[in-house]
């Protein structure tokens, strides 16, 4: 488990012996190490895409696996604000902020407590342009492509697994569809033996 540093670590003390910083865009383990890497609604938070993917590949060890759980940008619930489609408007979009303020006007949004509603709407348009980078489905999937075997959907299984046996009798592909629009991707792949 790595986090990003940068200032004092966040990391409870207890726990500073398993969470290491990531400097220089490095995971700092040496090559072949880990049979599995997950990566939890972090995807949408990394700029460089190839990168982060390449460090992956190269601290799996050979056939190891990717489970990577984060959303696309087809996704219909923007997961950190709680306003839909927000993530759709362009960065640094007024009309964002217009859209999201109506929103919040009608109770909507997360993280809401000593802001007002224009000064939230302005606030977490201004966050989702500095923290967030959402793709298309086909950009992810080449990137991923690259370094890893293709793509095995689990959207169904993550589903059954949060809401139970209720889940059960719904086909497969509308768990997916559902999953998939608001919450986003669930999904592993295998380390290739080669990339480039």
């Known amino acids: 488990m790595t986090w990003n540093g940068g200032g004092s670590s966040p990391i409870p003390a207890d726990l500073r012996s398993f969470v290491f910083a990531m400097e220089s865009k ?20 990394v700029e460089d895409l190839d ?11 050979p056939g190891g696996t990717l489970l990577s ?13 709680g306003v839909p489609f927000l993530h759709w408007f362009s960065n640094r979009s007024t009309w ?4 999201a303020l109506l929103w919040r006007s009608i109770g909507v949004g997360y993280f809401t407590e000593g802001k007002s509603r224009l000064e939230w709407s302005k606030q977490f348009c201004a966050w989702l342009d500095q923290w967030t980078v959402y793709r298309g489905y086909d950009e992810i999937a080449v990137a991923y492509a690259k370094y890893f075997s293709a793509m095995e959907h689990l959207e169904e299984q993550w589903l059954e ?3 139970g046996s209720v889940a059960r009798p719904i086909p497969t592909r509308l ?14 792949c295998t380390k290739k033996r080669w990339s480039g």
């Open 26 to 45: 490095s995971i700092p383990f040496p090559p072949a190490t880990f049979d599995i890497v997950i990566n939890n609604q972090v995807m949408e938070h």
């Open 51 to 61: 990168a982060a993917l390449s460090e992956i590949h190269r601290v799996l060890k």
């Open 69 to 81: 759980l984060f959303p696309d940008k087809s996704v219909w619930h923007e997961g950190h604000c």
């Open 96 to 99: 964002r902020i217009y859209y």
């Open 161 to 163: 697994s949060r809401v």
């Open 175 to 188: 768990k997916r569809f559902f999953v998939r629009k608001m919450a986003g991707m669930v999904f592993t």
